[in-house]
């Protein structure tokens, strides 16, 4: 083991051996401003997800859509991907469902695939199902000028 790699290595030993002895009220997330930001613990099912409805506006350009329609169940593995049964290309018509963008279909360097992109395949990376949570901090937030 060179020397560089070692150093790694007892580096990290320290970091994870700190971080595992500082007790779990240590263990707080801050906002810039100091404000204790840490989710409060919920109970299992303290939020349900949002009815199936039509397709979201979206509040700013290159926003991924959001899920309207419960996704509890789906899978999504290396091996298969439930979004595909109704957004697919060769699906989508039948279904009603939004068929999945060009963009999916480009590698890194933006060149054309016969298949969806590895990088997009996990789909519920970007577009993420709606609850009947309320915000958990108010905002002025507007849709951008072009989407109102």
Not at 19 to 35: D, K, N
Request: charged letters at 20%; hydrophobic letters at 35%; a positive charge.
């Amino acid at each position: 083991m060179n020397k560089k790699t070692r150093n790694f290595a007892l580096a990290l030993l320290a970091v994870l051996g700190l971080s595992a002895a500082l007790p779990a009220s240590a263990q707080t997330v801050t906002s810039i401003r100091g404000a204790d930001v840490s989710a409060p613990e919920l109970p299992a099912g303290a939020y349900k997800p949002i009815p199936d409805q039509a397709p979201i506006q979206r509040d700013y350009v290159q926003q991924p859509p959001l899920i309207p329609h419960k996704v509890e169940g789906y899978e999504v593995s290396k091996n298969f991907n439930r979004c595909m049964d109704c957004h697919a290309w060769s699906r989508y018509q039948e279904t009603g469902a939004t068929k999945v963008s060009l963009t999916h279909f480009k590698d890194r360097d933006g060149g054309e695939l016969s298949n969806i992109s590895p990088r997009r395949y996990f789909c519920m990376q970007c577009h993420v199902p709606q609850m009947d949570a309320k915000p958990l901090v108010g905002n002025k937030f507007q849709r951008a000028e072009g989407l109102r």
